[in-house]
């Protein structure tokens, strides 16, 4: 016997929420994870299958090596081995948080193995620690919207069910953009007024959420912090994003550190995604359409036969 794991795909950001806030999304990964004969055997199957390394590099093991490392019991993972199979459904590099659903997956498999020795607190810090921020990896592990923020080393969170009107519909673009890439287009430093524009945006677009207030969202997913900076490496993301609008888009946004768009509506999501799509194809970028929801359920625990 061993360990199933379910964890969904997230989208950070929200628009103003730099590094601050994240939504699960209704599209998930799976991880199983049992003891072998004392060697690392792997299985990845699903999107991006060829692009996963399949040995100790691996994002998921090196989660569930630190799980081992941090109560003493890293030989025994050696010794035993460990055998993996992981499904993905989350595009890799697109946006969606699929780095996040490895180290959530691998830190919660290993802790099951071992008993679950570590709380789900230590479980939040590592996996912040590992993502080296915490809108994806939080989300992934409580579902719904979070909060959340590094403070004085302690990582603070706050989840909340998302409107239960509210669909999202995103376009996944033919091309990978790593997050590293991405990071590395933002400013060392920005005007105190695009912090206040941001600030004010996302503080009001959290109450707007909490109270399922949708004309006030409308205003209020502007970003000065990333977007600006980003969209130069998304072809056709102004266009997409404003065709969007037209179509009935409650607000349009970059998902994460791109390049999925991300439009939240309440109806029209056929013709919301058909003017993303145009967008792309308006610069020759071939995408892919994906009607979600927000997902109340964060990471899963469930036996596994593997």
């Known amino acids: 016997m061993g360990v199933c794991v379910r964890i969904p795909a997230t989208t950070a950001n929200l628009g103003p929420g730099f590094d601050t806030l994240g939504m699960a999304l209704s599209l998930y990964n799976t991880l199983e994870a049992a003891w072998s004969s004392g060697s690392l055997e792997f299985e990845v199957t699903g999107d991006g299958a060829e692009l996963v390394p399949r040995d100790a590099t691996n994002v998921v093991y090196q989660a569930m090596h630190s799980v081992f490392e941090k109560v003493g019991q890293a030989s025994l993972l050696e010794e035993r081995g460990v055998r993996i199979h992981i499904h993905n459904n989350v595009p890799v590099t697109r946006g969606l948080g699929s780095s996040a659903t490895a180290i959530v997956g691998g830190l919660w498999a290993a802790n099951v193995l071992l008993g679950q020795p570590l709380s789900e607190d230590e479980l939040v810090h590592m996996a912040v620690e590992i993502e080296g921020h915490p809108d994806n990896v939080t989300p992934a592990i409580f579902g719904g919207i979070v909060v959340s923020g590094m403070v004085n080393g302690k990582v603070y969170s706050k989840r909340f069910s998302p409107p239960p009107e509210m669909s999202c519909v995103v376009a996944i673009p033919d091309f990978q953009l790593a997050t590293k890439t991405s990071r590395k287009a933002l400013p060392p430093a920005v005007s105190h007024a695009d912090a206040v524009h941001n600030v004010s945006r996302s503080s009001l677009m959290v109450a707007a959420l909490v109270?399922?207030?949708?004309?006030?969202?409308?205003?209020?997913?502007?970003?000065?912090?990333?977007?600006?900076?980003?969209?130069?490496?998304?072809?056709?993301?102004?266009?997409?994003?404003?065709?969007?609008?037209?179509?009935?888009?409650?607000?349009?946004?970059?998902?994460?550190?791109?390049?999925?768009?991300?439009?939240?509506?309440k109806e029209r999501a056929d013709r919301i995604g058909t003017a993303l799509q145009e967008g792309f194809q308006a610069e020759g970028i071939g995408s892919e359409i994906m009607i979600l929801s927000p997902a109340e359920q964060g990471v899963e625990i469930f036996s596994s036969d593997t």
């Not at 179509?247 to 390049?259: D, R, T």
């Open 211 to 265: 109270e399922g207030n949708f004309d006030m969202l409308c205003n209020l997913m502007d970003d000065r912090l990333h977007e600006p900076y980003r969209m130069p490496l998304v072809p056709g993301m102004k266009d997409a994003i404003a065709r969007a609008k037209e179509a009935g888009a409650l607000a349009a946004v970059l998902s994460g550190s791109g390049p999925t768009l991300i439009a939240f509506c």
